[in-house]
């Protein structure tokens, strides 16, 4: 990606929907006591942010190198970088059975091999933790996005919740692959469904 990219995911992670959706799939996990928390593919780190807030150590990883700075960079702004720290990284190299909490926000859909992708993820988890999973749904279209937008509950119309509609319809992601792993696995429904929070619980 490049430094545009990573301006423009800051500012859709900015929109008061989307930190608002995200804020409510944090508070999913029970308030930590300084419990590591692994948030993979951060971008510029509002997952990270968010978690850190609820009580946890946490390590945000990227691959991109701009969206790494970026997210250093709004940390620092947020005074946040007590408990986040943010470190390059793809999924093949992150420690295994290193974190309590595994998240990764608008990941997999982007994926190739998203059942890959899956266990990577869950590699990363200690066991008894939890893979927390945000993505959007078939729900989220262009009709839903404007029916929200006309409703007023963000505020005024959001075009971030405009273009994520066009990005996202119709990437999704398979619930079948979440149940195949043969861990416990929950799903809340978040943005009027358009978007779904499921936590996977990893085998003791």
């Not at 301006?7 to 799939?25: P, T």
């Not at 990270?48 to 390590?59: E, K, P």
């Not at 790494?68 to 295994?96: C, D, V, Y």
């Not at 696995?185 to 358009?194: I, Q």
Request: charged share 20%.
């Amino acid at each position: 990606m490049s430094f545009f990219s990573a301006r423009l995911f800051s500012w859709v992670q900015n929109a008061e929907f989307y930190r608002q959706l995200h804020q409510e799939a944090v508070a999913l996990l029970p308030r930590g006591s300084g419990q590591p928390w692994l948030d993979a593919g951060c971008g510029p780190g509002l997952v990270t942010r968010l978690a850190a807030a609820h009580g946890y150590q946490v390590l945000g990883t990227d691959i991109d190198p701009h969206m790494i700075r970026m997210a250093r960079k709004i940390a620092q702004r947020e005074a946040s970088t007590g408990n986040t720290r943010f470190e390059i990284s793809g999924l093949k190299h992150l420690p295994e059975n290193s974190a309590e909490v595994v998240s990764a926000a608008s990941l997999l859909a982007v994926m190739d091999d998203q059942p890959a992708a899956l266990a990577a993820l869950l590699r990363c988890a200690r066991p008894g933790g939890t893979l927390l999973i945000v993505e959007t749904t078939a729900q989220m279209t262009r009709a839903a996005a404007r029916r929200l937008n006309r409703s007023g509950r963000y505020g005024a119309p959001s075009l971030a919740l405009r273009l994520w509609s066009y990005a996202r319809a119709g990437r999704t992601v398979d619930p079948k692959i979440f149940y195949a792993t043969g861990h416990a696995v929950e799903k809340t429904l978040l943005l009027d469904g358009m978007v779904a929070a499921w936590r996977l619980t990893k085998s003791a």
